[in-house]
């Protein structure tokens, strides 16, 4: 059974940090593309950063110099830091994991809201 659970989410002040997690089972890790999304309720889900298998990483322009995404394959989980956040970061973070194995696989996991106000 595959679960992708996020954690890490909360408040935080204009120019906060957090760190988000990806704790991932039932998936081929090592061979994941994972990425980290976010969703603002009544827009469209917005792809924030990727780290491909070799973990090269590619970022939104909107959220580039301030967040890093990366990877630990031993834990088979994902994070992503954010630095310098910003009232227009307020979004459901979601993690997304696609798999090519025998076929194309994705996952999503449940979310976790992320909300930056003074």
């Known amino acids: 059974q595959v679960h992708l659970v996020e954690s890490g989410g909360g408040l935080v002040q204009p120019g906060g940090s957090l760190r988000l997690s990806c704790r991932t089972s039932?998936?081929?890790?090592?061979?994941?593309?994972m990425n980290w999304y976010r969703q603002v309720p009544g827009q469209q889900r917005e792809l924030v950063a990727t780290?491909?298998?070799?973990?090269?990483?590619d970022y939104a322009d909107s959220v580039k110099g301030r967040f890093t995404i990366s990877r630990d394959n031993a834990e088979k989980t994902v994070y992503l830091q954010m630095n310098g956040l910003k009232p227009e970061d307020t979004a459901v973070y979601y993690c997304?994991?696609?798999?090519?194995?025998?076929?194309?696989?994705?996952?999503w996991g449940q979310g976790t809201q992320v909300t930056v106000s003074s």
């Open positions: 997304y994991a696609a798999v090519r194995t025998t076929g194309d696989y994705t996952y």
């Open positions: 039932g998936i081929s890790f090592s061979i994941a593309t």
């Open positions: 780290i491909t298998s070799w973990s090269r990483t």
